[in-house]
């Protein structure tokens, strides 16, 4: 937005979590409900990392309901950012790689953007995305770090990262602005209504995010009971009072993976490769259309997918259980 | 599942990076791989000669071992994570460089310098880029803290005198200049490429040339390369790749996904 400072005051912060409804209620609401506490300008924070419990229901809620001038935020970034630009979401990613993934080469709809500046690509790097947004999670304002410092990266990112003598030892060291999303975007396997969530395999940098956030939407495989949560406290990873909505989206982050219950959907994702290479402005906008625009709903887009290709990803994805 | 059935007498430019770059290894050591030719690199010492070497993955997987054919696409998926010790979030798996448990970080390069400094950002300025690419990951964080081994193909495009973009930090500018701008941990210790094993002058900190692979001439090694190499005063000659080697390569990357 510009004109916000880059980290914000402590009373702000401060005021802005004392006036969030921090009470034990129920939030559950659908896709579109959900959507609509996201305002244009916001910087939304994106759970998960490359094809790994991406928040695609959400992101899909979000593009289709046609925000604009959003700020992303994400550890590392794949077929999702290719989206955010090409659907006008966001001309503004902050991450520290961003292309599908690696066995896909490069990315032409991120190089199409940035090389003809139509948007942003801010890089950092991954340990100082998760510093940040952890400062964020600590209510401090920025966290003294050692990496960033020599390279390009650095100064790439100019002003917004200061450079000083440490007052203990004398060594130099880098402060990093603390990041606190207006909102955090993540799924999990499971919640329960009030939001308390449990989340399996790796964590990226969900939980960091979700204590720095100012607002938490949730989507979710289910939706269980808060016996069954409390049953396992010791499992619950994101408290209810910092969550603002739950939603249940079966395959949530379909075409990409979620620990335990489906891997990537390979075949879809060479697909979306193949278009979006062939001509990066077309490409996407026909994928779009097709995947985005034109579901009726999310298990319309999921049956778009394909009942084969979610049993071929289920099956894989339920193999890590398998000794 | 199709069985790769050439004789062992040849093997693929990634393959040869993968056996030249596991004998850099020792057993014990703590190693942050990336995937591709890293992986399947430590993978590969940790089969045949060191057993308590441990793999880390920047996703957050401490000591995975990986399913042969089921090789991740990123360091971020279910598959990182098979029968491993522990998994942590991002930032604490990468904090474990900076406190110091890390011996050896692995990855691949696209672009290097004469003092090992590498580029993944962008190609041409970085203002008005050519290509603009993928970008640091975790590598800014990774060579910033710990000796990094770069594995990558030899070509003249590749290896040049100054990187467009410092986006992994090597010896910067040479001398003490990486210690002096803040990173007193670490540094470049060798580049593996299917020509050569590359490693830096204590002093100058430039590129030097330690070993020849076999078959190959200094002059080779020079040509394809964008700037002027030293050579170690001794050159010692690699071993081809080994049967043995090459074997458990082709059991862990059945369809070369990441051999080809």
């Not at chain 1, 219950?261 to 278009?275: R, S």
């Not at chain 2, 920047?58 to 042969?68: H, S």
């Amino acid at each position: 937005m510009g004109i916000e400072p880059l980290v914000k005051s402590y009373s702000a912060l401060r005021h802005e979590t004392l006036t969030r409804d921090r009470g034990l209620r129920e939030k559950v609401m659908t896709l579109e409900e959900a959507a609509k506490l996201v305002h244009d300008g916001d910087h939304v924070g994106i759970g998960g990392c490359t094809v790994s419990r991406t928040p695609l229901a959400m992101i899909w809620a979000l593009i289709r309901a046609r925000k604009r001038e959003l700020v992303i935020s994400r550890s590392i970034t794949s077929t999702e950012g290719d989206l955010f630009f090409a659907s006008g979401t966001s001309k503004h990613v902050i991450t520290s790689w961003f292309t599908q993934g690696i066995v896909w080469g490069v990315s032409k709809v991120m190089r199409h953007h940035t090389e003809n500046k139509l948007a942003r690509f801010e890089e950092w790097s991954h340990m100082s995305i998760g510093l940040r947004y952890r400062a964020g999670a600590m209510g401090i304002p920025f966290m003294p770090s050692r990496t960033m410092l020599g390279s390009d990266v650095g100064k790439q990112v100019g002003d917004e990262i200061k450079v000083m003598d440490c007052p203990f030892t004398g060594e130099k060291i880098v402060l990093l602005p603390a990041l606190n999303p207006d909102v955090a975007l993540i799924h999990v396997q499971r919640c329960d209504a009030f939001g308390n969530a449990q989340l399996d395999g790796l964590q990226f940098m969900d939980i960091d995010m979700a204590m720095a956030a100012n607002k938490v939407i949730l989507t979710t495989e289910r939706i269980v009971s808060n016996d069954q949560i409390r049953r396992t406290p010791d499992r619950t990873r994101i408290p209810f009072f910092t969550v603002d909505a739950v939603v249940e989206a079966p395959f949530g982050c379909a075409p990409h993976e979620c620990y335990g219950l489906y891997e990537p959907f390979f075949t879809h994702l060479d697909h979306y490769a193949q278009v979006s290479s062939q001509d990066p402005v077309k490409g996407p906008q026909q994928y779009l259309e097709e995947f985005y625009y034109g579901p009726k709903s999310w298990p319309d887009y999921l049956a778009k997918l394909g009942m084969d290709a979610l049993l071929d990803a289920s099956r894989r994805g339920r193999s890590v259980h398998n000794d | 599942m199709t069985k790769h059935t050439k004789p062992t007498s040849t093997f693929t430019t990634s393959e040869l990076l993968a056996v030249m770059a596991s004998r850099l290894m020792t057993n014990g050591q703590v190693v942050f791989a990336g995937i591709g030719v890293p992986l399947l690199a430590a993978t590969l010492a940790q089969r045949l000669f060191a057993p308590q070497l441990t793999i880390l993955f920047e996703g957050g997987t401490i000591g995975p071992f990986i399913v042969p054919g089921e090789l991740p696409p990123s360091t971020n998926e279910q598959r990182c994570t098979r029968r491993s010790n522990m998994v942590l979030p991002i930032t604490d798996v990468l904090l474990l460089l900076q406190r110091g448990y890390v011996d050896i970080g692995f990855m691949g390069g696209a672009q290097i310098d004469r003092f090992g400094n590498l580029n993944s950002s962008f190609i041409g300025d970085a203002e008005n880029p050519k290509i603009r690419l993928p970008g640091t990951g975790g590598g800014n964080d990774i060579s910033s803290l710990t000796n990094m081994i770069v594995a990558m193909k030899h070509e003249k495009r590749r290896f040049v005198a100054d990187v467009d973009f410092v986006t992994s930090p090597g010896w910067l500018k040479g001398g003490r200049s990486r210690a002096e701008s803040g990173l007193p941990q670490g540094g470049l210790w060798r580049v593996v490429t299917d020509l050569a094993i590359l490693g830096f002058d204590d002093e100058t900190r430039q590129m030097k040339v330690l070993g020849l692979h076999h078959g190959v001439t200094r002059e080779q090694v020079q040509d394809n390369t964008g700037f002027e190499l030293k050579f170690e005063d001794k050159v010692e000659t690699t071993a081809p790749p080994r049967a043995d080697e090459l074997a458990v390569l082709r059991e862990l990357d059945p369809h070369a996904l990441y051999t080809a």
